[in-house]
C-alpha cells in the first residue's frame, strides 16, 4: 500500500513491472512536504514514512550520476556509468575524463531524461569522470575510478558458459546438494567468483523492501511536475 498525503491524500498510480518491483508516478500539485507512505503486509517497510519537500524550482543538484564506471573499471573495456537530469530546462550535460590516457566517451540519451555513458580507458591508474552541468561540475564530480589492468589479454567473460541441475529455476530440494559446471575453456585468463543468495520465500518481511528513485528525494522536485519512484519486494515474501 503506498499512500502520498500533503493535507490531502494524493492520487499515485502504479505499475507492475514484474519479479515484485512496482513503480510509482504521482503529481505534486503544490509546494510544500509530502509524507510518503509505503506498507507491506500492513507494516511500515524501512524508511517509511517518508518526507519529501516539494519546492516551486529544482534545487541545486539537478543532474544525478550513478555506476560502477564512476569507481573503477578494466582497461579496454567500457566503464558505464548513468546520468538523470532532474525537472525541465536543466541545462547542457557535458562530460569528460584525465587519467594516464585518453578515453573514448560515448553517450546514449535515452528519452526519459537519462543518460546511459560508456568510456574506454586504455591504460591503468585512477581516472577523474567529468559530469558537467553548463560547464559545471554537478555535485561529487569529479568521480575518481581506479582502472586496473585486464586478468589477462584473452579476457572474454561473454564466452563464459554455466549449466547443470543447480541453475534450474525449479525442482531442486532442501537438504539435498545439487551441482552445476561453468566451462571458462574460451574465456581466457581471468579469476572466476561464484556467490549464491537464497531468495526469501513465504511469510511477510517488510523490512526487505526497498524503494528508491527520485520522487522520495528529500530536496529538488518541483510543484507540477510528475516524478516517480520503484518499490523492490522481490525479497519482502509475501504482502500487499
Aim: a negative charge.
Amino acid at each position: 500500500m503506498v499512500t502520498i498525503l500533503e493535507g490531502l491524500e494524493e492520487p499515485c498510480k502504479r505499475k507492475d513491472v514484474g519479479d515484485g518491483v512496482y513503480e510509482f508516478e504521482y503529481y505534486p500539485t503544490t509546494p510544500g512536504t509530502y509524507t510518503i507512505t509505503i506498507t507491506w503486509g500492513g507494516q511500515h517497510i524501512p524508511r517509511s514514512p517518508i518526507e519529501v519537500k516539494i519546492g516551486s524550482e529544482a534545487g541545486q543538484q539537478k543532474v544525478r550520476a550513478w555506476g560502477p564506471g564512476l569507481e573503477g573499471g578494466v582497461v579496454g573495456k567500457s566503464a558505464d556509468f548513468v546520468v538523470e537530469a532532474v525537472g525541465d530546462n536543466v541545462g547542457t550535460l557535458g562530460f569528460s575524463v584525465e587519467g594516464p590516457s585518453q578515453a573514448k566517451i560515448e553517450c546514449d540519451d535515452k528519452g526519459d531524461g537519462s543518460c546511459d555513458v560508456r568510456y574506454w580507458p586504455t591504460e591503468a591508474g585512477e581516472y577523474a569522470v567529468h559530469v558537467l552541468c553548463n560547464s559545471e561540475d554537478i555535485q561529487h564530480s569529479p568521480f575518481m575510478a581506479e582502472i586496473v589492468n585486464a586478468p589477462g589479454k584473452d579476457f572474454y567473460p561473454d564466452k563464459v558458459k554455466a549449466h547443470g541441475p543447480g541453475l534450474q529455476s525449479s525442482g531442486l530440494a532442501v537438504g539435498k546438494p545439487t551441482e552445476f559446471t561453468v566451462d571458462a575453456r574460451q574465456g581466457g585468463k581471468a579469476p572466476l567468483k561464484i556467490s549464491a543468495q537464497m531468495n526469501i520465500g513465504a511469510g511477510c518481511h517488510p523490512n526487505k523492501v526497498k524503494v528508491s528513485g527520485p520522487g522520495v528525494a528529500k530536496t529538488g522536485l518541483k510543484a507540477f511536475e510528475p516524478t516517480y519512484f520503484t518499490v523492490d519486494c522481490s525479497e519482502a515474501g509475501q504482502g500487499k
